[in-house]
């Protein structure tokens, strides 16, 4: 390796010599000092040959410097959609379930200093190459690349193996019905609202058609409201909770809803009035109406028909159950599921939109047409 260098550095040293040589002939030429005066010579042409002769070295030690010396570049299919700046987060984790066909992963990670607290949640890869020879269980290392839109996990490192990750559940519970993202809260401490000891009801799983119950919750300016306070309306409902950064997951609801309040307010088929959107947080303990309202306000939202939620634990519980959105396990973690529900004027589940990758218009479609229909038209897709 180090003659490698010496002789990389005597080519350059022997290019310069070389150079400098031209230069000083040019210098001496009795035709160039006839044809340029002294003081001119002296100085625009020196500087200039000067800065060629810097450049010139300088691009010929870029061209030619040894791979191993110089930065790893991504691979292009790994650049950032747009503009936006890359911030890299360095993680550690352990993999709960593998999903290669969707070019994704879910483990459990550390807590990520100024960015996330320790929790259980789908991370997406741009490669699948990025997850062979990976398995449940797999102790990892990796960088989380977060832009403003989006956020996705590169250079995994298989670090030893867990014998303790029972506590998220075996890798087979992770696949619900309809392959819904989701994502899990920190557990809460013995005792706490949190906890696993804590008062629950049953609550059956809603499809299209059922009438949605009539729950009491706190709005973000404290104030209790009930789901038949927005009766005649068409409402919209998805969860999320206040401390889940990333792009793609609880921040990209919150926009989209944010869109179709925008297109709304343009539409000539349906009016702001007709429509209601809510979004509850499932992690009522941390997310109290003083929270809600500081982050409602940082979506730039519109209270006149958009409130966000929060609540009793127990009717937190009642709400996810009946719609789907997640469950506890033993350790008072929260399962999320990525959901959005439309109910129509009456109160009925009209459609339900799972995963995140929907688009505003589809959900502006879905409210239009609950808007002009009673009891019928109750469609389930999904969008991911």
């Known amino acids: 390796m180090e003659f490698r260098f010496l002789v990389y550095h005597l080519n350059r040293y022997f290019h310069w010599l070389r150079l400098c040589k031209y230069v000083e002939n040019l210098m001496t030429a009795d035709k160039l000092k006839k044809l340029i005066s002294p003081w001119y010579f002296r100085i625009f042409l020196v500087p200039v040959l000067s800065l060629f002769l810097i450049v010139f070295l300088t691009s010929c030690e870029k061209a030619d410097a040894p791979k191993e010396n110089r930065p790893q570049v991504p691979f292009e299919s790994e650049a950032a959609d747009d503009s936006s700046e890359v911030v890299i987060y360095e993680v550690k984790g352990v993999i709960h379930s593998l999903l290669p066909e969707k070019k994704k992963f879910i483990a459990r990670h550390d807590e990520i200093p100024d960015y996330m607290p320790e929790m259980t949640m789908p991370f997406h890869v741009r490669r699948t190459e990025e997850l062979e020879g990976l398995s449940p269980n797999d102790m990892i290392e990796f960088q989380l690349l977060v832009t403003e839109e989006d956020a996705w996990v590169r250079n995994i490192k298989k670090t030893g193996v867990s014998f303790s990750n029972s506590d998220i559940g075996p890798p087979e519970e992770t696949s619900q019905a309809d392959d819904a993202e989701t994502a899990v809260i920190p557990e809460k401490e013995e005792g706490s609202l949190g906890s696993e000891w804590r008062a629950v009801r049953e609550a ?82 941390f997310d109290t109406p003083a929270v809600m309202k500081a982050y409602a306000e940082a979506y730039r939202y519109v209270p006149s028909n958009w409130s966000f939620l929060t609540g009793k634990q127990i009717d937190i519980d009642s709400v996810v159950d009946h719609l789907g959105m997640g469950m506890y396990r033993e350790d008072g973690t929260i399962n999320h599921q990525m959901r959005t529900v439309v109910l129509d004027a009456q109160g009925q589940v009209f459609e339900i939109i799972n995963g995140y990758d929907w688009k505003p218009e589809e959900l502006l479609q879905s409210m239009i047409k609950a808007a002009g229909s009673s009891n019928s038209g109750s469609t389930e897709k999904s969008a991911d």
Do not use: H, W
């Open 204 to 285: 059956e799983l809603l499809t299209t058609g059922d009438v949605f119950p009539d729950y009491s919750l706190l709005n973000e300016f404290g104030k209790p409201v009930k789901f038949s306070d927005f009766r005649g309306k068409v409402i919209s409902i998805t969860m999320i909770f206040t401390r889940c950064p990333i792009p793609y997951a609880c921040p990209r609801m919150s926009n989209q809803f944010r869109e179709v309040q925008l297109k709304i307010n343009n539409s000539s088929k349906i009016k702001p009035s007709q429509v209601q959107f809510l979004s509850i947080s499932f992690d009522p303990e």
